[in-house]
């Protein structure tokens, strides 16, 4: 087996073929997991995303059985041969994707993995993964680990819900919840009013709130650093939005002074299924937490998005009672749960 690193693409051109291949199986890879046609990524997001951008880069390789079609193509700065990500048509036979997210202005000895098996590899539901397919993921994480040494990255993160190779521990359970049930009309809190932002607008408070959430989520034992939010980082969250087509509606209370106090976030991708929108961030200002801003934001939240959205997918640490207790009304769905294996290279 060969590692491979899937190049940066050319922006306009089509996708190379491998990148169709690592979509087609990552969405099966989903939907098997989670037993919902709807959970779905795009070529075009996955194109945007190995663009990189001055927040995060993200990197895809794949392991390639060569004995059938050998790779010939230059070994890049990693150390790893790169092929195109646009305009490539050759046939690999991949047996499994890893694809890394690096964070680049916090988290700089972090990197996130999501492993991608070909659908060969991939148990029957409820069964674990058999001997060839433990021994692939193995060969994949070294030479994970290899480019991730060559990045300077030693925290490795990777999302898995079939167990982790060697010298994995687990950090955190995250449970993907759909939420379908009617929304309960809201009822907003005296004193307040509801304010509908998007894309990063700034609003007195948005920036606190954020932080506040960074820092106070429930994040197990993964090795995180809070982000801190400022006027700059929002001007530039709202760039790269833009640049991806992406939108982002975020729903604020906000008090008689004219600072928000509490929001909840929503974002939607084009390319995707429109009836379909993600929950984000809720946060509430630690000085006004347990009075019910929580519940009045998300009920503010759902009632603002666009009219075909029907499902929104949520998501919560297992063990986080508070934002289970926030999602009840809705009558959550578990979709998919999947545990962050950490490793400290040594
Ligand atoms: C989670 C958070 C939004 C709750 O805000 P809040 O205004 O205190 O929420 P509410 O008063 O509306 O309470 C919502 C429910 O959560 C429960 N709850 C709130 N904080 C809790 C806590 N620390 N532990 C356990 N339950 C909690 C409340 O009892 C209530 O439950 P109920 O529906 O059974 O009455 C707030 O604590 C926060 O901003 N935390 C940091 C960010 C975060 O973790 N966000 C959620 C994931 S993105």
Do not use: K
Request: hydrophobic content about 45%; glycine content about 8%; proline content about 6%.
């Amino acid at each position: 087996m060969q590692l491979v690193q899937i190049g940066r693409p050319v922006p306009g051109r089509e996708p190379a073929d491998v990148v169709r291949t690592f979509c087609f199986h990552q969405n099966l890879a989903a939907q098997e997991a989670s037993g919902d046609r709807l959970a779905s990524v795009s070529v075009e997001r996955v194109l945007t995303r190995l663009q990189g951008s001055t927040e995060s880069d993200a990197l895809l390789l794949a392991l390639v059985d060569d004995s059938l079609t050998p790779v010939l193509a230059p070994v890049g700065d990693l150390g790893v041969p790169v092929i195109p990500a646009t305009d490539d048509e050759r046939d690999l036979e991949v047996a499994a994707f890893a694809y890394l997210s690096i964070p680049l202005l916090e988290e700089l000895r972090v990197v996130e993995v999501e492993l991608v098996l070909d659908a060969g590899y991939l148990p029957l539901p409820g069964e674990e993964l058999d001997t060839d397919a433990v021994s692939v993921r193995a060969e994949l994480m070294r030479g994970v680990e290899e480019v991730c040494r060559a990045l300077g990255r030693d925290v490795l993160q990777l999302w898995s819900d079939q167990g982790a190779p060697e010298h994995y521990c687990p950090a955190v359970t995250v449970d993907q919840y759909a939420l379908r049930a009617a929304t309960p009309s809201p009822r907003v809190p005296d004193g307040f009013s509801v304010r509908v932002a998007r894309n990063y607008a700034p609003v007195d408070g948005l920036s606190t709130l954020l932080s506040t959430a960074s820092a106070d989520a429930d994040h197990g034992h993964l090795h995180t650093e809070p982000v801190r939010w400022t006027g700059d980082r929002l001007r530039e969250a709202a760039a790269r939005l833009a640049a991806r087509g992406e939108t982002q509606l975020v729903v604020l209370l906000v008090d008689g002074s004219g600072t928000a106090r509490a929001l909840c976030e929503f974002t939607a991708h084009s390319g995707a299924d429109p009836t379909v929108a993600e929950l984000g961030v809720v946060s509430v200002d630690r000085g006004f937490r347990g009075r019910g801003l929580g519940h009045a934001v998300l009920a503010a939240g759902l009632t603002n998005l666009a009219p075909e959205v029907q499902t929104v997918y949520a998501s919560a640490a297992a063990g986080d009672t508070a934002t289970a207790r926030l999602l009840a009304p809705y009558t959550p769905e578990l979709l998919t749960s999947a545990t962050a294996w950490q490793r400290i290279l040594p």
